[in-house]
């Protein structure tokens, strides 16, 4: 558990399983999204992730357990007036112009703000008057998007969103996330890539095979990660004394080259390095990836 | 709830368009049935062909008389022809108004919204009962305006009477197909179940007419609740009619006890 437990959450899942047929959704899960933050959702393709998401928007109703959208239980209809939803692949009806998309997707909470709109469909330069059978994948999602973000919702659920958006759409995205959190809304993400979460989350929580494994804080994660630096020495000499006189997980000595992959501090690496005449430095951050690659196989100890 | 009618007002917009060229599809139709008519009129080897039919047959295809007004309506259209053309509409309309948005993976976004399961099913029936409508009125159109040129003069009380029995009749078969597809999901079993007990029950109810032990079992088929010939003849059927609307309430309503429960499909 991280710092981030506050009273009031944007989405509160209490010890949520989903069954359906002989197929498994998710098994007990609970898990606070709070308002002002995003929580990242990573686990592989089939890990319940969608299911998650689902169930909030009472598509699939609980076995046991709750779903509580500021405190509105997600079986009452008035819940998703606070949620909008941008599912990765976004179809919709082809014969449609985007306006009128918009419309039909946001009739049933009182319309939507036609300014915002085109304030959005501007900013990711998108030709609302056309039929959206004519768009491509990427301008199709840009549809999703201001759907998602054009009410001012207190809960974004965004599943696999940046799938199939081109890069500058994806700084986009990460812009109008942040934004969307600066006004105190609390969003989801989810993804089966760390990556697409790394920059964004706060937090993340683990799925894997309907079970949440772990919900970590990402800045402490990456303290965790392990790291490696690289030393050159002035000799091989000097590279095959330092190496056998620093403590680290993993030390590879090639020539000159010295490479210590190392968990926590790197002081004493540093001070040991001292001893040598060192010719040059550098360093790589620790991977998350590994850390989660751990989670997902089911060894990782936190 | 937010915005009351709100997907009854945009599957109208999204819709309007094919419900045009069924219309004039429909109209086409009846024209050319209604023009036939003066060439057969009074032919009087007509009705002795009808009369050579082996008796169990007869009933597939309508009343004795086909060459009087109401027996050439009747059996041209009425008994059989022009609710099975209109029924295409109806269990298509009905198994895509939620099921085949399922299918097309746009409900889930349909129903992100503000909006119960409840609400949005009982607005895309209306949807589907206002489509069979306007077909239903449209389809009796050509009929009265050509009634001079065609000598197809019967009377208006005949029209309207069929015509609302006719429309009752395929709320029931329209929306079976939309609460089977929507309860699991699929519009092909919705078509399915629906198509094949229409066909099934036409011969049920037709053959019924003259095999004994068939009759009682009569009772169980809307076709014989629709009864055109009878609604030709005699005006207002309320008692058939009241249990048209009453299969088609119990229908939608199992249908939507489904919907609720069920899990929807990613």
């Known amino acids: 558990m991280t710092s981030a437990e506050v009273a009031e959450g944007a989405l509160s899942v209490d010890r949520l399983t989903v069954t359906y047929g002989k197929a498994r959704g998710i098994d007990g899960i609970t898990l606070e999204v709070p308002s002002g933050q995003i929580t990242g959702l990573l686990g592989p393709n089939g890990a319940g ?85 004519q768009l491509s ?8 998007l201001i759907l998602a973000f054009a009410p001012g919702a207190t809960l974004l659920l965004l599943d696999e969103p940046t799938s199939g958006l081109d890069p500058l759409l994806q700084r986009e995205f990460a812009a109008l996330v942040r934004e969307s ?13 760390l990556s697409e979460l790394e920059g964004l989350a706060d937090r993340v929580a683990v799925l894997r095979d309907g079970f949440l494994v772990a919900v970590e804080n990402i800045a402490e994660l990456r303290a965790r990660a392990a ?53 040059s430095i550098e360093s790589t951050a620790g991977e998350l990836d590994d850390v989660f690659l751990g989670f997902y196989t089911g060894q990782a100890g936190s | ?143 009265l305006v050509l009634a001079g040129p065609t000598g197809l003069d019967i009377p208006l009380d005949a029209l309207v009477s069929v015509t609302v029995q006719m429309f009752a009749f395929l709320l029931v078969f329209s929306l079976l197909a939309m609460s089977v597809a929507t309860a699991v999901g ?31 079992v009569r009772d169980l088929t809307p076709w014989r609740w629709y009864d055109a010939t009878t609604a030709m003849n005699e005006g207002f059927l309320p008692g058939s009619l009241a249990v048209l609307i009453a299969l088609s309430v119990i229908v939608t309503t199992v249908g939507l006890l489904a919907f609720r429960r069920r899990n929807l499909r990613a």
């Open chain 1, 49 to 133: 992730k969608t299911t998650l998401l689902r169930a909030a928007l009472d598509l699939v109703h609980p076995t046991s357990g709750s779903v509580r959208i500021s405190g509105v239980d997600s079986t009452d209809p008035r819940a998703r007036e606070q949620i909008t939803y941008l599912p990765g692949d976004l179809l919709l009806p082809g014969r449609l112009t985007g306006w009128s998309v918009l419309r039909r997707y946001s009739a049933a909470r009182g319309g939507i703000d036609d300014e915002r709109v085109g304030e959005l469909a501007e900013r990711l330069d998108l030709d609302l008057s056309r039929p959206v059978g």
């Open chain 2, 1 to 143: 709830m937010n915005g009351g009618w709100t997907f009854f007002a945009s599957d109208m917009r999204l819709r309007m368009r094919s419900l045009l060229w069924w219309c004039l599809g429909i109209v086409a139709l009846v024209v050319l049935v209604d023009a036939f008519y003066p060439s057969i009129a009074g032919d009087p080897a007509l009705d002795q062909m009808m009369a050579e039919l082996p008796e169990a047959l007869r009933p597939l295809i309508g009343p004795d008389d086909i060459t009087s007004p109401v027996g050439y309506l009747a059996s041209q259209l009425y008994v059989f022809f022009l609710p099975t053309v209109i029924l295409v509409f109806g269990i298509g309309r009905g198994t895509s108004a939620i099921a085949g948005e399922e299918e097309d993976h746009t409900l889930d976004l349909l129903l992100a919204q503000p909006v119960s399961r409840t609400s949005l099913y009982v607005q895309k029936v209306f949807g589907v009962i206002f489509g069979i409508a306007v077909l239903c009125i449209v389809s009796a159109l050509p009929t």
């Open chain 1, 137 to 144: 994948k990427g301008n199709r999602q840009k549809i999703g």
């Open chain 1, 181 to 193: 959190v600066s006004r105190g809304a609390g969003v989801l993400l989810s993804s089966h890539v």
């Open chain 2, 186 to 216: 699929r519009k092909g079993v919705g078509i399915a179940v629906s198509a094949g007990l229409a066909f099934g029950t036409f011969l049920i109810d037709g053959l019924g007419q003259s095999i004994d032990w068939l009759e009682p």
């Open chain 1, 227 to 279: 790291a490696t630096v690289r030393l050159r020495f002035n000799s091989e000499k000097d590279a095959v004394r330092f190496a056998s006189s620093v403590v680290a997980e993993h030390i590879d000595q090639q020539g000159d080259w010295v490479s210590v992959t190392f968990t926590g501090d790197v002081d004493p690496i540093i001070k040991t390095a001292a001893g040598f005449p060192v010719a």
